[in-house]
């Protein structure tokens, strides 16, 4: 029982304003004091239950895919076989067989019977300079002019596009510095100088940019949805961040300066840096509830875009919109209205962590987060405590059903699935 002190009683006569304002802010103090240690007394009945009159609480493993736990598998019905009985894939038969060698017995005796080959695959590989001569011809024409052959498509330069391709992903994919594959190649016969390497890497990449701004719309129109995280990290002396967005098509990493919405949706352009006003700007800003005037006075300017952030600044300084929080809120809304007008559809699905600034589009979290939530809630008694277990199992008993569906689906148990998650039964029970 929580016992607040009582001051005695004062005369009417002596209570003036001041006196009263000062009871009025103890009063407030002993009820804060009072809600919280209630709620710390709560807290510790929660730690006392998870002790369990145990030194240590036993914490559950992991109930994804990819723990440790080697009994996993027998926890979800399967049988677990001993060690060395699990069936041996048969990685031989995805092998691409190049060539083929007939070995004979040194000495084959008289009235021997054959009996078919026995099987031996031996995997190599073939590293060797190939250089090829092209012998142009130059026919001369009665005028006077001349006609020649051209080379195949995919040669520029006096280099090919297989050694092209070696170099940059000896660079860039397994970090082999400059100096150590100048070394490889010389190694190898090719006879390339440090120049023509350093050009090699950072020359004519124009293709390849163009590639990387076609990547993420492609690969979202194939599947309509992504997957993001970011991560933070020291970047060139600097403390940066690390997103990756991808899907089941493609995977792109890029490294920014900052973390927030209005960064993803910059991710999102593939390189087109334009901020747009029109009618999902004003969805937007409207979505997030923003005071009334601000969506109006922006809708007098649809239509209009800026392809640079100093003409957005300029504009935006232009209207006196000066407050950090309603500039960040115009930038954001302008940026999506550019990736929606780009090809990134309204209803795209992000799944990603309970991150706020991947709160955009159709929002999704992992299961480990969306259970996350359920395992901050503090039951006050033995009933809601069970009810939460029983929440908490259903949605792990979901999620082991869609990976058995992904080893073995069907029309049934896709339905069977589907009515359960539209049920939402883990959802009604009263916690």
């Known amino acids: 029982m929580t016992t607040v002190p009582k001051f005695p009683p004062i005369p009417d006569a002596d209570i003036t304003p001041l006196v009263r304002q000062l009871l009025d802010v103890i009063d407030a103090l002993q009820n804060a004091v009072a809600q919280l240690k209630e709620e710390i007394q709560q807290l510790k009945d929660e730690i006392a239950f998870l002790k369990g009159q145990k030194p240590r609480p036993k914490i559950p493993p992991s109930q994804l895919e990819g723990s440790k736990s080697k009994e996993k598998e027998g926890k979800e019905g399967k049988p677990r076989l001993p060690r060395g009985k699990h069936p041996r894939k048969k990685k031989k038969t995805l092998l691409e067989i190049h060539q083929e060698q007939v070995i004979q017995p040194a000495d084959i005796p008289a009235g021997a019977t054959f009996k078919g080959y026995k099987r031996y695959t031996v995997q190599d590989i073939i590293f060797k300079p190939l250089n090829t001569r092209y012998k142009i011809a130059r026919w001369q024409l009665s005028d006077g002019t001349y006609v020649t052959g051209e080379l195949p498509k995919g040669i520029h330069g006096h280099y090919g596009p297989e050694l092209i391709t070696h170099i940059l992903h000896q660079y860039y994919a397994c970090r082999v510095t400059e100096p150590l594959l100048l070394a490889q190649l010389h190694e190898r016969g090719v006879l390339i100088s440090a120049g023509q390497l350093n050009n090699i890497l950072i020359s004519d990449k124009t293709s390849y940019h163009q590639e990387v701004s076609e990547l993420l719309p492609a690969g979202v129109q194939a599947e309509n949805q992504i997957l993001t995280d970011d991560t933070g990290g020291r970047h060139k002396g600097k403390n940066q961040y690390t997103t990756v967005i991808g899907n089941s098509w493609f995977s792109i990493f890029a490294t920014t300066e900052s973390k927030s919405r209005a960064n993803f949706f910059r991710l999102l352009q593939s390189g087109k840096h334009e901020y747009l006003i029109n009618d999902d700007t004003i969805a937007y800003l409207e979505g997030l509830g923003v005071a009334g005037y601000l969506p109006g006075y922006i809708s007098m300017h649809k239509g209009t875009k800026f392809a640079t952030q100093a003409g957005w600044e300029r504009f935006l300084k232009k209207l006196n919109i000066t407050k950090e929080n309603e500039v960040r809120l115009l930038t954001e809304a302008a940026l999506c209205a550019s990736v929606i007008e780009n090809g990134i559809p309204r209803d795209l699905g992000v799944h990603a962590d309970d991150a706020g600034q991947f709160d955009a589009f159709v929002r999704s979290l992992c299961w480990i987060h969306e259970?996350?939530?359920?395992?901050?809630?503090?039951?006050?008694?033995d009933m809601a405590r069970d009810d939460l277990a029983k929440v908490r199992d259903q949605i792990w008993?979901?999620?082991?059903?869609?990976?058995?569906?992904?080893?073995?689906?069907?029309?049934?148990?896709?339905?069977?699935?589907?009515?359960?998650?539209?049920?939402?039964?883990?959802?009604?029970?009263?916690?």
């Open 371 to 381: 259970e996350r939530h359920y395992r901050k809630i503090i039951p006050i008694n």
């Open 397 to 431: 008993t979901i999620y082991k059903e869609l990976k058995q569906y992904q080893q073995t689906p069907s029309d049934g148990a896709k339905q069977a699935i589907e009515k359960r998650f539209d049920d939402r039964a883990f959802c009604k029970t009263p916690v």
